[in-house]
């Protein structure tokens, strides 16, 4: 009898949990505008982690970084452009983890805190009875008793103004660091009190300001000026007379029209940016359509302070956009190409006095640069030899400048460099000699690799005279198994410790008993097999333990510098060298074990992976792949970037795997390595090929076929499915971006079809990846940017140049 009773009761719960369920997952993906009423609570992994502007244009709430996905930014941005742009956040000095809140008390306060419950944000208001977020891109807060807003974000901009925001005098704009760092950056943009309207620099990271670079030159035209960027989109300083300023010599876009926002770059340029709100008005990507000052290179002259660049560093305008690049000069590189305000440092060896410089250093001309400070001597009336002579038998002399018989000495850091057409004189970097008589860098074996290439081109040659993409997949075969086969090797005496190196050496028992007399294979890689095992101290931490059985190199030394940099590289996205073996004729290297097996089992399952999973995996690889180009302290070429050597460990997280097992890459970049063809059918470059210098770029490309398969969980190379095209990945692709078809890549992939924006992103970026022409394709710093959509992807070109030239 009870349970009759109950029966029909828990039916109806059942039914009424499912019924609210539903209403829920409704209201949290319908995002019908509200006002925010009292009582209401916000959190980043909310159902709504943000509020939309009743048309939708703007979104208020909490936004993931770009550079950091567990920590947010309580924003303001344009949510229907691609890509989203933020105009407005509370915490950028301070981003917050996920158990953050933002709160509108039911006694009218708004603040946010973070996960410890610490206050964060709070525009000091009380008896705020709801907040709205206007069509505008105002956010304000609102009192019943008051028509005026008690608070709105429009008063407290930070480094964007939009439509109908006006900046009242006293008050600035202040750019952000970097593209993806939202904490204070190196320049302001005040309206002074004074009526003039100036660009500062500041010193980092105290925050002073040093002497302006632009401004109106209304000094004293009253205390009321303001810079007034209208609705209807003009921008001026609105002088107190009542005279209006145009700030951006370009006139004015349409409202209607035009999605817009004036920001304070991180690069110091004042930047009108504009926006098609349909694709008849132009390419639907932000755009620049003012700057002000018209070059920031040469407007920036102090004694204090880098200048526009960092220091060492030379800016270089970059045409009509206005827009600046920083470039480091010949055998400089930069500290952090994420951050170059840093500036750059020499890749060489640095000056000592004790060295004979006439031996060590030689010059490397730069024309049309100036480094106009730092200047410490000067010769007058000499010839350019005599100025160089002085400058190499000086070792505090970094550069000199030669200018119309004029010899100044200059010494580090160099500040505010700039380039100058018109500027007469060359810069005179002095730099580490590469003697072709010292040893080669670590792992080149450059003479027997040399005469492999040849053979092989020859080879080459033949078989792509007798024409067709089979001969090409069939020569990279060979070229793979030919460059394997290196050397033979020679008994190394054991080694009992590694000088300089945070590593384990094992011996060749230890591993035998860690992995049960190599029992379990996991696998097999072009040099060798990979067994599991676990160590005897903890029999749960797995290991990966490598047999390098085909190896590369002869000699003892250089296999050790070459574990020894492999050992020295840490980051999320690489898998970590715990140790090694070099005893006897045995060689190995132990790895933290992946739990989750490589790329190419997730990718090519019967069960398609989620679409949000295999975005990540894809930045994942690219960050992995720009840290071991930029990042580590010498520098790697992968050479066989490919779902194989893509692992994946607990939580899913892409990690790159046997790498530094081909060449150590050279300083200078551009450089060829002269490794021999390594690499694998489907994801070579095509320079492999040609008698081209290798770069970095293999990868790149390399990096744009395994994109396309995470894109479209399809293998590159796929046997038997229709014409040569259809077959080949990379071909495919192009034809359906070509063909304004890129559904036809994600077919029956439904959550990708529900996010068309990202992939067609992700597509163009592959594109630009497999150009067949190495310096049209990015570098893993841009390739990172426009998957991440922090900059706009341009339109790629066809590389199907690549296709005609194998034909
Ligand atoms: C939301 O706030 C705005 C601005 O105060 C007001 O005009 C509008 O009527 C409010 N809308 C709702 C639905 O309460
Ligand atoms: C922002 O736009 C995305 C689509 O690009 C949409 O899914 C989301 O709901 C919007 N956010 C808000 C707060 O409207
Ligand atoms: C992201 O930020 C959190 C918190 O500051 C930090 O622990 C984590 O290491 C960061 N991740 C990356 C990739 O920087
Ligand atoms: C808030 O409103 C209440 C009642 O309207 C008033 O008594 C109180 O003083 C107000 N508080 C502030 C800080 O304005
Ligand atoms: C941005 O503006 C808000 C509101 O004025 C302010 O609290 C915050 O400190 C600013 N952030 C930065 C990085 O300037
Ligand atoms: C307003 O002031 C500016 C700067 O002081 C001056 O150039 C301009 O002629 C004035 N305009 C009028 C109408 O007085
Ligand atoms: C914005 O300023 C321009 C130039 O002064 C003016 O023509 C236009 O009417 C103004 N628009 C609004 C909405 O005030
Ligand atoms: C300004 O307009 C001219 C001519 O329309 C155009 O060539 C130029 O690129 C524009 N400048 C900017 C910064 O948009
Ligand atoms: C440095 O080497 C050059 C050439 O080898 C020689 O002429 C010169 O005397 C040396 N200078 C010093 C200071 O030893
Ligand atoms: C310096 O750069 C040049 C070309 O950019 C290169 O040929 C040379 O090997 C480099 N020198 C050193 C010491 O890296
Ligand atoms: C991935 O790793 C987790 C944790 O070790 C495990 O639970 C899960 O089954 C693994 N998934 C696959 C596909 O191997």
Redesign the pocket.
């Known amino acids: 009898m009870a349970m009759g009773a109950t029966l029909p009761l828990s039916r109806h719960l059942v039914s009424l949990v499912a019924l609210l369920a539903l209403s829920q997952a409704f209201s949290a ?1 319908a ?1 019908t505008y509200t006002n925010v009423t009292q009582g209401t609570i916000l959190t980043p992994l909310g159902s ?1 982690n ?4 009743p048309s ?1 244009d703007f ?3 909490f936004r993931a970084l770009d550079s950091n996905a567990s920590l947010f930014l309580l924003a303001i941005w344009y ?2 452009t ?1 890509p ?1 742009a933020i105009v407005w956040f509370a915490n950028g000095h301070n981003p917050v983890l996920a158990g953050s809140k933002l709160e509108l008390t039911s006694d009218g306060q708004f603040f946010l805190t973070d996960q410890s419950g610490n206050e964060v944000w709070n525009p000091g208001v009380s008896n705020a009875s709801y907040a709205a977020l206007l069509d505008s891109g105002n956010l304000i807060l609102v009192s019943s008793s008051s028509s005026s807003p008690l608070w709105q974000s429009f008063a407290s901009p930070n480094d964007t103004l939009l439509p109908g925001q006006t900046l009242l005098p006293g008050s600035s704009l202040r750019s952000r660091l970097t593209d993806l760092d939202y904490s204070e950056g190196r320049f302001e943009l005040l309206d002074q009190k004074d009526g003039n309207l100036v660009l500062y620099p500041s010193a980092m990271p105290a925050g002073n300001l040093y002497k302006a670079y632009w401004a109106t030159g209304t000094v004293d035209s009253g205390s009321n000026s303001r810079l007034v960027f209208n609705e209807s989109g003009s921008l001026y300083l609105a002088l107190t007379n009542g005279t209006q300023m145009a700030i951006f010599s370009n006139g004015t876009y349409s409202t209607n029209d035009y999605y817009q926002r004036a920001t304070l770059d991180p690069d110091g340029v004042f930047t009108l940016y504009v926006y098609p709100k349909s694709a008849s008005n132009g390419q639907q990507e932000w755009q620049v359509a003012g700057t002000t000052p018209p070059n920031i290179c040469t407007a920036i002259m102090n004694d204090y302070g880098s200048g526009a660049c960092g220091y060492n560093s030379y800016c270089v305008s970059n045409g009509d956009s206005g827009k600046p690049d920083c470039l480091c000069p010949p055998n400089y590189s930069f500290i952090d190409s994420t951050r170059k305000y840093l500036g750059c440092m020499p890749s060489f060896a640095p000056q000592s006095c004790e060295r004979n410089q006439t031996d060590s250093f030689e010059f490397q001309p730069l024309a049309q640069i100036d480094w106009p400070l730092s200047d410490y001597e000067l010769y007058t009336t000499v010839d350019e030899d005599q100025c160089k002579e002085y400058c190499l038998s000086d070792c505090m002399c970094a550069v000199t400048i030669f200018k119309n018989g004029d010899c100044y000495k200059k010494k580090l850091p160099l500040s505010n460099g700039r380039k100058t057409s018109s500027f007469p004189g060359t810069a005179l970097i002095k730099v580490a000699k590469s003697n072709p008589s010292t040893p080669q860098p670590p792992g080149s074996t450059a003479a027997v690799e040399k005469k492999d290439r040849k053979t092989l081109i020859l080879v080459g040659s033949l078989l792509l005279g007798s024409s067709g993409l089979l001969n090409m997949v069939f020569l990279a075969v060979i070229s793979v198994n030919a460059l394997c086969r290196y050397g033979n090797r020679r008994p190394i005496k054991p080694e009992s410790s590694v000088p300089g190196m945070n590593m384990r050496v094992f011996t060749y028992g230890e591993l035998e008993q860690a992995t049960n007399g190599f029992s379990e294979e996991l696998g097999s890689g072009s040099f060798g097999r990979v067994y599991r095992g676990s160590l005897t101290l903890d029999s749960r931490t797995w290991i990966a333990v490598k047999k390098l059985d085909r190896l590369l190199h002869e000699n003892d030394k250089e296999f050790m510098n070459e574990v020894r940099s492999i050992g020295q590289t840490h980051h999320k996205n690489l898998v970590r060298l715990l140790g090694l073996c070099n005893e006897g004729v045995h060689r190995l290297l132990v790895y933290e074990y992946m739990s989750n097996g490589s790329l190419k089992s997730f990718l090519f399952a019967s069960e398609r992976p989620h679409w949000n999973r295999r975005t990540k995996i894809a930045l994942g690889i690219a960050r992995g792949v720009l840290y071991l180009h930029e990042e580590c302290s010498a520098p790697i070429i992968h050479c066989d970037i490919k779902p194989e050597n893509i692992l994946l460990d607990d939580n899913f997280v892409a990690r790159i795997s046997d790498f530094g097992l081909a060449k150590l890459l050279r300083t200078d970049r551009s450089h060829r390595t002269n490794t021999g063809i390594r690499g694998t059918r489907g994801y070579v470059a095509p320079e492999w090929f040609k008698n081209a210098p290798i770069t970095a770029k293999v990868d790149v490309y390399s990096f744009g076929v395994v994109l396309l398969e995470i894109i479209c969980c399809r293998k590159s190379l796929e046997r038997g499915v229709g014409n040569e095209v259809v077959m080949v990945l990379t071909y495919w692709a192009c034809d359906c971006y070509r063909e304004g078809r890129l559904d036809l890549l994600v077919e029956k992939d439904e959550e990708a079809m529900a996010d068309m ?1 990202v992939v067609e992103r992700f597509v163009m970026v592959a594109i630009w990846c497999i150009q067949e022409e190495p310096s049209l394709r990015p570098s893993m710093q841009k390739v990172i940017q426009m998957l991440e959509g922090a900059v706009a992807v341009p339109a790629p070109p066809d590389p199907s140049s690549y296709i005609s030239s194998i034909r």
Do not use: E, I, K, L
């Open positions: 993906t995002q709504t943000s509020w939309p502007s939708g979104a208020f709430g949510n229907s691609s989203q924006s």
